[in-house]
Nanobody, 121 residues
Framework: QVQLVESGGGLVQAGGSLRLSCAASGIIFRIVVMGWYRQAPGKQRELVAVSGGGDANYADSVKGRFTISRDNVKNTVYLQMNSLKPEDTAVYYC????????????????WGQGTQVTVSS
């Protein structure tokens, strides 16, 4: 049974940094592609970072500011967020990803509880 537990969110001023963590269980973590999503109020959930096969990919909105990394021993994926902006305010989620014809999608409908990031101006 998959379980994803996100943590590390909080309130930070614009220009500040946060490091999010996502602890995974119930999966063979080292072979799984993992991603970070975010959802702001009234907006669709957005995929912002992907880690798998030794590669990392980012949405244009976070490129150069966010870094995804993983520890395959601790079964944990991280998101280092620097130079935060008010528009980064959202609930952040991690999830397992599979490749599709148009990009990435989650494996099923499971989501963790997420972690709230609030950036004040």
């Amino acid at each position: 049974q998959v379980q994803l537990v996100e943590s590390g969110g909080g309130l930070v001023q614009a220009g500040g940094s946060l490091r999010l963590s996502c602890a995974a269980s119930g999966i063979i973590f080292r072979i799984v592609v993992m991603g970070w999503y975010r959802q702001a109020p009234g907006k669709q959930r957005e995929l912002v970072a992907v880690s798998g096969g030794g590669d990392a990919n980012y949405a244009d909105s976070v490129k150069g500011r966010f870094t995804i990394s993983r520890d395959n021993v601790k079964n944990t994926v991280y998101l280092q967020m620097n130079s935060l902006k008010p528009e980064d305010t959202a609930v952040y989620y991690c999830n397992r990803l599979r490749r599709t014809n148009t990009g990435w999608a989650t494996w099923d409908g499971y989501w963790g509880q997420g972690t709230q990031v609030t950036v004040s101006s």
